[in-house]
């Protein structure tokens, strides 16, 4: 067997757990049933892994389990969300705030409703990646009907002030969504708290299987009023229809279970490797840390290189570590990250940069033999730019 390069890019998936994937096993041939099959034990029996699934995700977030919305994924659950609140609220107002980092899956449907004529508003962020509160504030407008920002980002992992933004929305009456795709599992979330009256979760970032997430939609205080972006057998009380994907399903509640049980645990052995790695690599000049110190995920390390070449730098680095620079969904892309470049990097820091997503599986022996690798081989790109 080939040496496989070390996984480090959490960010963009992460394997299933074995815990996960036994407890879905079951579900793709003796408990086949459709969820939505009254008549018959087998459809009883998905029925209630479902529901176990609806429970397990209402607890994670303080919500209630009628308001679960089961979907592909966070792509899905965004677009619900924005595309969804914009049909049915356009005709109290055409506005809508979110925020230059936010994923493309945010950004997108954004720019889609402006092309029908809504308005968006792009907050910019600090140099530490968090928005401005008092910018915020200054940006609603009376048509104002949705504020969209993620909770934690995917590429500098910060986490941006859930309380704070969900307080402001909820005194000017506008409806909170946050993307949460890489915050499920890994911080505390509670809808109540924070007052989010929308929010996208996934599984595949938290061990869980590719292809599940859900929208959380309120339902009281205020009831949110939603447009279905696929019609059908009036699935997930008409807002999503679809039969459900019942193994994805079971695989999304058992890997939350367990994330929300090893969190604290996880979350210091994780902030520990960061900090292992970050030192080791901060031995050297110009290696600048992206994103805020603190309020970030625990297994995120974000950092731009001065003086190399960010293809080399990543064709160097590859051998030995699965990372990425930027984000997966864009880095087919030549264009340099629009987070980093929204921190107010130049081109060459936001193109020679590297995103550690460091994971549960992760040990410190392979921090410290990607550390020691990574330093060679800045130090070897910058020696050959100095021939040059
Ligand atoms: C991964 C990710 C998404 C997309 O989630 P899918 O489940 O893959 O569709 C959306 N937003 C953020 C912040 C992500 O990290």
Redesign the pocket.
């Known amino acids: 067997m080939s040496i496989r390069p070390i996984y480090l890019d959490c960010?963009?998936?992460t394997p299933v757990d074995e815990r996960v994937l036994a407890a879905m096993l079951p579900y793709f041939t003796e408990k086949f049933g459709n969820s939505s099959s009254i008549n018959h034990v087998y459809g009883w029996e998905a029925e209630a892994a479902v529901k176990q699934t609806r429970e397990i995700l209402a607890a994670a977030i303080n919500a209630t389990p009628e308001e679960i919305v089961f979907t592909?994924?966070?792509?899905?659950?965004?677009n619900l969300a924005i595309k969804g609140v914009a049909e049915a609220y356009f005709q109290k107002g055409q506005h809508i705030i979110t925020v230059a980092t936010?994923?493309?899956?945010?950004i997108d449907p954004c720019n889609y409703l402006k092309s029908l004529g809504f308005e968006i508003t792009i907050l910019p962020v600090q140099k530490n990646g968090l928005i401005d509160l008092t910018e915020l504030a200054k940006s609603f407008r009376p048509e104002t009907i949705l504020v969209s920002v993620?909770?934690?980002?995917?590429e500098i992992g910060v986490l941006q002030p859930l309380a704070e933004i969900g307080e402001i929305c909820s005194d000017r009456q506008v409806l909170f969504h946050t993307?949460?795709?890489?915050a499920i599992g890994k911080i505390p979330l509670d809808v109540q708290a924070m007052k989010i009256d929308l929010m996208?979760l996934?599984?595949?970032?938290v061990y869980g299987p590719?292809?599940?997430?859900a929208l959380y939609v309120r339902r009281r205080n205020p009831r949110v009023k939603l447009a279905p972006q696929q019609h059908g057998g009036g699935h997930e009380r008409g807002m999503r229809s679809g039969t459900l994907y019942t193994p994805q399903i079971v695989g999304f509640g058992k890997a939350v279970e367990i994330a929300l049980a090893e969190q604290a645990a996880e979350n210091q052995r994780l902030t520990e490797l960061r900090q292992r790695l970050w030192k080791a690599l901060s031995q050297l000049e110009g290696i600048h840390f992206n994103g805020h110190p603190q309020n970030r995920l625990a297994g995120n390390l974000n950092i731009s290189v001065e003086g190399v070449d960010g293809a080399a730098l990543l064709l160097g680095l590859q051998p030995v570590m699965a990372v990425s620079s930027g984000?997966?969904?864009s880095s087919a892309t030549t264009a340099p990250s629009h987070v980093l470049t929204a921190l107010g990097h130049s081109e060459q820091l936001a193109y020679a940069s590297v995103r550690f997503g460091i994971g549960r599986f992760n040990t410190q022996e392979e921090i410290d033999i990607v550390a020691k690798h990574a330093i060679a081989t800045i130090q070897s790109l910058r020696k050959q730019a100095t021939l040059v």
């Open positions: 960010h963009a998936t592909s994924g966070a792509t899905e659950a965004n936010e994923h493309s899956a945010v993620m909770a934690a980002n995917n993307d949460a795709a890489q996208s996934t599984a595949h970032k590719k292809g599940i997430g984000s997966a969904c």
